[in-house]
């Protein structure tokens, strides 16, 4: 069984930045690819980065790249979203998600999903 918890949320303003964590336990986590997508209100969970198994590709929605960076600590069962020149549409629930082997863009790949944490710009 896969668990995954994410941390970091919160209120910040415009132009700030977060950095939100995803905590991982279970099965090998070096086998699992892993994602951040995020769900706003009354909007559809959308991918917003992902990362292979080593860390060496990622893949990044457009109106967050150049902006936020994933990464991944595979010694300490982690993976991080550098989230840097925050805006107000950035405002969602985060959600850490974990897939076997790939690094997919799309939801309905994903086997493991946290629970969420909220991150709220102000303007």
């Known amino acids: 069984q896969v668990t995954l918890v994410e941390s970091g949320g919160g209120l910040v303003q415009a132009g700030g930045s977060l950095r939100l964590s995803c905590a991982y336990s279970?099965?090998?986590?070096?086998?699992?690819?892993m994602a951040w997508f995020r769900q706003a209100p009354g909007k559809e969970r959308e991918f917003v980065a992902s990362?292979?198994?080593?860390?060496?590709?990622?893949n990044y929605e457009d109106s967050v790249n150049g902006r936020f960076t994933i990464s991944r600590d595979n010694a300490k069962n982690a993976v991080y979203l550098q989230m840097n020149g925050l805006k107000p549409e950035d405002t969602a629930v985060y959600y850490c998600a974990a897939q076997l082997i790939g690094r997919s863009t799309q939801l309905r790949d994903y086997d493991y999903w946290g629970q969420g944490t909220q991150v709220t710009v102000s303007s």
């Open positions: 279970g099965r090998t986590f070096s086998s699992y690819g």
């Open positions: 990362i292979s198994r080593t860390g060496g590709n990622t």
